[in-house]
């Protein structure tokens, strides 16, 4: 299993701008789907966006459409979630994730990853 470090979180206010960025420690993250899940106090972790190997095709849970940005760079081994017009609903632990399956597409259930980061938290003020 790869080792997932987050980092980029942090306290912002309602419609501010925050990026979390997650790293590939002494394995690659090249030649897999990646994802970043979401777990806010007393709920389930949930799907937030996710992005296939290649960059080619990502896909996003509908509340937040349109505000966040998936998106990797290989050179750098990392996978980054652009978040915009944050909410307070969008306050949680930010947790990057590594598939254990190859496919063309990603996917968004938990059990599609077998490599998780520790995560990082972002607080949305109102």
């Known amino acids: 299993q790869a080792q997932l470090e987050e980092s980029g979180g942090g306290l912002v206010q309602t419609g501010d701008s925050l990026r979390v960025s997650c790293a590939g420690i002494?394995?690659?993250?090249?030649?897999?789907?990646m994802a970043w899940f979401r777990q806010a106090p007393g709920k389930e972790r949930e799907f937030v966006a996710c992005i296939n190997w290649n960059g080619a095709s990502t896909s996003y849970a509908d509340f937040v459409k349109e505000r966040f940005t998936i998106s990797r760079d290989h050179a750098k081994n990392t996978v980054n979630l652009q978040m915009d017009s944050l909410k307070p609903e969008d306050t949680a632990i930010y947790s990057c994730?590594?598939?254990?399956?190859?496919?063309?597409?990603?996917?968004?259930?938990?059990?599609?990853?077998?490599?998780w980061g520790q995560g990082t938290q972002v607080t949305v003020s109102s």
């Open positions: 994730a590594r598939s254990r399956l190859y496919a063309t597409t990603c996917g968004r259930a938990i059990g599609d990853y077998d490599s």
């Open positions: 002494g394995r690659t993250l090249v030649d897999f789907n």
